[in-house]
Every structure is written in C-alpha cells, then in structure tokens.
C-alpha cells in the first residue's frame, strides 16, 4: 500500500521471547496494584513497544492524557465530523504510539488544532498491513515545542467497540480508534515523556486556516477547497 510521504509507518520491532515474558509481568504486576496505579518501568524496551503490545495482545485500550489524576473516565460528547467519532462515549486507542501523542501533545497550554490518524489496510485476502500514522498540529504551535510529560491509562477493553471498518477499494481500512458508552475505570497509568514518542521528529505543521476550509467542505458539502 503506497501512501502519501507525510504517512509513517510504525518501526519495526521484534518481541524477543524474554521480553514478551517482561512485558506479561509488568501487566500482571500493575494489575494486582489495582486502582489505576502507576507502573514502574525499568524495562530496556521503550514504553510504546509496550504499551503497543499490551494493546495488541491482552485486550488493553489506551488514552492519552496531560492529567495523570483521572479516577474514572466519563462518556463525553465530542466534536467530530466522523458518525463514529461523533457518539457520546470515552474513547481510547487500540494502538500505543497514537495514545502516547495526545499524551505529549499539550494543547491546554497552546492553542492548536490537531489532525491525526493511525489506520491499517486489510486487503481481499485477509492481510492487515502494521499501522500507517500521521500527526499535524497547528503551525505556530509547532514552531513553540509545546510537549509535555503526560499519563497513557490503561483501560479494560470489555466495553469498548472498535470504529466499523472503512471500505477502500478492495481493501478496507481499520481505525485504531475505540469506543466504550459507559464509564471505564483505569487498571493502571504509565507516564510518558516526549522523548518516549518515536515520531517526535516527525510531526507535521499545518495551516489551521486550509483545515477549516476542508472541515467546513466536508461539513455542508461545500466545494472542496483548491490545492
């Protein structure tokens, strides 16, 4: 699947037998803590290596957040032009690198909008592709650095639907994104820095002015805007 350049693809990591074994621990350990208590992370791996294989393998939604002090996550009512993105619920990330961006990403502090995804493909034959990422803020927020140290809970995922895939041709694309419609209670946090983001490099810079004009297109079916 050929993408535009702006999309990244997720670094390619093996899990080496001892340290799946490390990161099953880890998550037994913050489990019997119970309480949405913080994990202590010695491990070599780096957290998003984690927290993507916890998301992957042991039923876990993760959410991104610059308040490490969230007792319980309430259904809230977004702003989303996506039918799926527009229900009132709590939302999580069924991918670790995405979470770890609205972690890091201080938009209390600086104004900003922010355009981000991370989907996969799966084609006719059954093959899901790893995960194509892209992450854009508002120009003049970028040009301030605005990061922050930031919390990724994690979250029991019983509740919690995936977004319906999205057909593309003969493939269909598969949003990292997850809904539950009742309150989640956090098993446990982990704190992450922006050097614990691997696309830190990589976040884009957009004018906040040609994202509108594509919102508003999209929202009243508008002519869509001139490149």
Known sequence: MEL??????????????????????LL????????????EYTLAAPKWQFLCYVAEHQRIALHGSGNPSIAAFEPRQPEDLNEFGSQKAVYAAADGIWATFFAIVDRDRYPML?????LRFAGANGQVTDPFYIFSISQAALSQRPWR??????????TFVQ??????????VLVAQLASLVPVTPLARLQVD????PFLAQIRGHDD?????????????????DS
């Open 194 to 197: 922006p050097e614990d983001f």
């Open 114 to 118: 922010v355009n981000n995804a991370c």
């Open 149 to 158: 140290t930031g919390v990724v809970y994690l979250l029991p995922r019983d």
């Open 28 to 39: 037994a350990t913050a489990r019997a803590h119970g309480e949405g208590s913080f994990i």
């Open 163 to 172: 977004q319906p895939p999205i057909p593309f041709g003969q493939s269909e």
């Open 4 to 25: 535009p350049e702006y999309w990244l693809s997720r670094p390619a990591f093996q899990i080496e037998r001892s340290t799946k074994v490390a990161f099953d621990d």
């Open 209 to 225: 002015a040609r994202i509108q004009e594509y919102a508003t297109a999209m929202q009243t079916g508008a002519p869509w805007p």
